[in-house]
């Protein structure tokens, strides 16, 4: 399933005596189209709502940013709905060079007009400007929490007006309750996609440090402290969604 091979993600399938934080290392590239499938709920289709999204937001003469590449997965999709569009280009940025090695070789096997620059930088650190569509596909979570409002008031800055940010992330219900009830729907998911409770637990393990999720309400509070005239959950499934935010 997806648009790149990959070899099936055993990582967390043995007992590991001491489970480290979770990293975008050589391993887990190898594994990565098949991880990010079989763990994300609605991955392909929020993969293809960014395609649509885009056509639909894109300017021309501007510059599309996706940011936390990983594989070029939302790159692509970004490049497929802009195709129409003069003027374009991309730059997808990633901090894992194992990723964007893995993401250059990736692009070069579709053909298309529009250039894509891909970048090993940390999406804290960069310059953009003059965007009208950025992307961030499940990166938003794994920067430190004090520093989320910082990257996506750069963001904010660096949108012309009418632009919008793509922002999918893992979160949390503020309610214990149904927070349990969404975690637990997402481990079934997972179980009737072939992991273990072992892989489970132990990549809950991994990403516990490294991925500290926020509610819904937290993102749409921050996004519109920040200055976006808008924002909307347009895609859910479970405790992951997909927001529209619009300058
Ligand atoms: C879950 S993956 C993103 C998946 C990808 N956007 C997609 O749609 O297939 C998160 C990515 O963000 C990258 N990342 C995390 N923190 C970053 C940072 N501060 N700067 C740049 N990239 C970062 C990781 O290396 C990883 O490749
Ligand atoms: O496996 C999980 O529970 C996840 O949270 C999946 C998730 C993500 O949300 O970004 C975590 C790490 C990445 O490798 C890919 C997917």
């Not at 043995?14 to 391993?27: A, C, G, N």
């Not at 070069?108 to 310059?127: K, N, T, W």
Request: hydrophobic letters at 45%; proline letters at 4%; a negative charge.
């Amino acid at each position: 399933m997806g648009q790149f091979d990959s070899k099936p993600d055993a990582i967390f399938a043995e007992p590991l005596s001491k489970v480290s934080d979770f990293v975008f290392d050589q391993r887990v590239v190898e594994v990565f189209p098949d991880m990010i499938n079989r763990s994300v709920p609605g991955y392909q289709s929020i993969l293809q709502g960014i395609g649509q999204l885009t056509q639909r937001f894109a300017q021309a003469d501007s510059v599309l940013y996706d940011l936390g590449c990983s594989l070029g997965a939302a790159t692509l999709a970004m490049r497929q709905g802009a195709k129409d569009l003069a003027g374009v280009s991309i730059v997808a940025v990633d901090n894992s060079a194992a990723m964007v090695e893995r993401c250059r070789l990736h692009l070069d096997g579709y053909r298309s007009e529009i250039p894509v620059h891909v970048e090993c930088a940390d999406i804290r650190a960069i310059e953009m400007a003059n965007a009208s569509v950025i992307t961030m596909n499940f990166t938003l979570q794994f920067v430190p929490p004090e520093q989320r409002q910082d990257v996506l008031q750069r963001i904010y800055d660096a949108l012309n007006p009418g632009g919008v940010l793509l922002l999918a992330e893992k979160f949390r219900s503020a309610d214990p309750t149904m927070d349990a009830v969404l975690v637990d729907l997402h481990h079934e998911f997972k179980r009737a996609n072939g992991y273990s409770e072992l892989e489970i637990s132990q990549k809950r393990a991994a990403i516990e440090n490294v991925m500290r999720i926020d509610t819904l309400e937290a993102h749409h509070e921050r996004l519109r402290e920040i200055g976006f005239a808008h924002s909307q959950v347009w895609f859910q499934c479970y405790n992951f969604a997909a927001l529209l935010a619009v300058k």
